[in-house]
């Protein structure tokens, strides 16, 4: 004869769950949630206000409802322009290098911007011990307004003059 005890295990083992309206099997796997824990809430973006979460709650809450983590950027700086004209010496265009400094081992999104239009984009990975990375823009007519975008973060290029000087 069973036991009350075991026949109430047998039936919680075979069971699901219900969970915001949504049915589970029962083996469905919880949110990792351990990125929040101990702190680690800071280093990530609330989806809510943009900005770093304030505290572990909502963290766990934005990942049991199936939120992705996403990792907040650190501030930059450019602490360096550079113009450099165009190979062609008839093309009426120049480039631009930023010497930003970062946090050593950050990946940046970033994007240059030509009169409001993005031109090239990518990831900054600050590979040198001293956080500081190169960043050089394609090439611009004279007279563009020239832009960076790292993360949230603008930095307006020096204007881009004929001849390319600062």
Not at 133 to 138: Q, R, T, V
Request: aromatic share 10%; hydrophobic share 45%.
């Amino acid at each position: 004869m069973r036991s009350p005890a075991g026949a109430l295990f047998a039936t919680v083992a075979v069971s699901t769950a219900v969970i915001a309206g949504t049915v589970l099997p029962a083996s469905a796997a919880a949110p990792d949630t351990s990125a929040c824990r101990s702190g680690g809430y800071s280093n990530y973006v609330d989806p809510a206000t943009g900005t770093a979460f304030t505290n572990q709650g909502r963290c766990v809450s934005t990942v049991a409802r199936g939120g992705i983590l996403v990792p907040v950027v650190p501030p930059v700086s450019v602490i360096r322009w550079s113009l450099f004209p165009s190979m062609d010496q008839f093309a009426e265009r120049c480039w631009a290098i930023a010497q930003v400094q970062g946090v050593f081992g950050v990946e940046y999104p970033y994007a240059w911007v030509a009169d409001g239009q993005v031109i090239f984009s990518g990831t900054m990975l600050t590979g040198r011990a001293d956080g500081t990375e190169g960043l050089a823009s394609p090439e611009v007519a004279w007279g563009t307004d020239l832009v960076l975008v790292i993360g949230d973060q603008e930095f307006a290029a020096p204007a881009i003059v004929p001849g390319c000087f600062l």
